[in-house]
Nanobody, 128 residues
Framework: VQLQASGGGLVQAGDSLKLTCVVSGSDFSRWPVSTYSVAWFRQGPGSDREFVGGINGAGGRTWYSDDVRGRFACSRDNARNTVFLQMNSLKPEDTAVYLC?????????????????WGKGTLVTVSS
């Protein structure tokens, strides 16, 4: 399974940005993308990787960190093997590299070691 995040950029505080994570794999005919939960993490300069939010395979349940709940929203389109992170009311402290990760489980956890597959990140910079 491979993941590729995109959509980052430079925005001002209060702006919105939508990140995309494309999930691909050679075995989806046997294990569809809907069997994978996908989470978003972020890592700021000199900081540990931090859980942001996640969505289960069917798309019916989401999880968020306290820092982003009410501002960020996860969604997915399994027909396009794509997961989204809509980020609203961005703050300078949201500046980080954002990464998506996947695990073949119906549950999203906030621990990095729960996830088996990681994509390269996309940089989000929020200016004040």
């Amino acid at each position: 399974v491979q993941l590729q995040a995109s959509g980052g950029g430079l925005v001002q505080a209060g702006d919105s940005l939508k990140l995309t994570c494309v999930v691909s794999g050679s075995d989806f005919s046997r294990w569809p993308v809907s069997t994978y939960s996908v989470a978003w993490f972020r890592q700021g300069p000199g900081s540990d990787r931090e859980f942001v939010g996640g969505i289960n395979g069917a798309g019916g349940r989401t999880w968020y960190s306290d820092d982003v709940r009410g501002r960020f929203a996860c969604s997915r389109d399994n027909a396009r093997n794509t997961v989204f992170l809509q980020m609203n009311s961005l703050k300078p402290e949201d500046t980080a590299v954002y990464l998506c990760a996947a695990v073949q489980s119906p549950v999203v956890l906030n621990h990095t070691n729960w996830y088996d597959y990681w994509g390269k990140g996309t940089l989000v910079t929020v200016s004040s």
